[in-house]
C-alpha cells in the first residue's frame, strides 16, 4: 500500500489550501486515516484523523479551521485548511491504518511522502 499526497504550496495568511492523499496497492481494508505534520526543528505532531465511518478529531490548535474527509470508495482522504496561519507552515504527511494483501493478518501503518505548506506574505 502507498499513499501519496498533493495540494501543497504557498498561500498567504488567511488564505486556503486543500490537501489530498490518495491510497494505492493492495488494499483489502483501510481503518483511520489522518495527516501530521512537521514543522523545521519541531516533532511531528497530529493534525487531524478520521475513522472509516467519518468520525474526526482535531487538534486544539487546527479546530474550527480544518476539515478532514474522506471517500471509502476511492480510497482518499483530505484536508480543507481554512483561515491559514504562519505556524500553520509544516511538511504535511498523510497516514493510514491499512490492510494489505501480501499481509492480510495484520494492519499496517503507512506514511505518505510529505507535502510542504507554507504561508507567509
Known amino acids: 500500500v502507498q499513499l501519496v499526497e498533493s495540494g501543497g504550496g504557498l498561500v498567504q495568511p488567511g488564505g486556503s489550501l486543500r490537501l489530498s492523499c490518495a491510497a494505492s496497492?493492495?488494499?483489502?481494508?483501510?481503518?483511520?486515516m489522518g495527516w501530521y505534520r512537521q514543522a523545521p526543528g519541531k516533532e511531528r505532531e497530529l493534525v487531524a484523523v478520521i475513522t472509516s465511518g467519518g468520525s474526526a478529531n482535531y487538534a486544539d490548535s487546527v479546530k474550527g479551521r480544518f476539515t478532514v474527509s474522506r471517500d471509502n470508495a476511492k480510497n482518499m482522504v483530505y484536508l480543507q485548511m481554512n483561515s491559514l496561519k504562519p505556524e500553520d507552515t509544516a511538511v504535511y504527511y498523510c497516514?493510514?491504518?491499512?490492510?494489505?494483501?501480501?499481509?492480510?493478518?495484520?494492519?499496517?501503518?503507512?506514511w505518505g511522502q510529505g507535502t510542504l505548506v507554507t504561508v507567509s506574505s
Open positions: 496497492g493492495s488494499i483489502l481494508s483501510i481503518n483511520a
Open positions: 497516514n493510514a491504518d491499512a490492510l494489505d494483501a501480501a499481509t492480510p493478518w495484520k494492519y499496517l501503518v503507512i
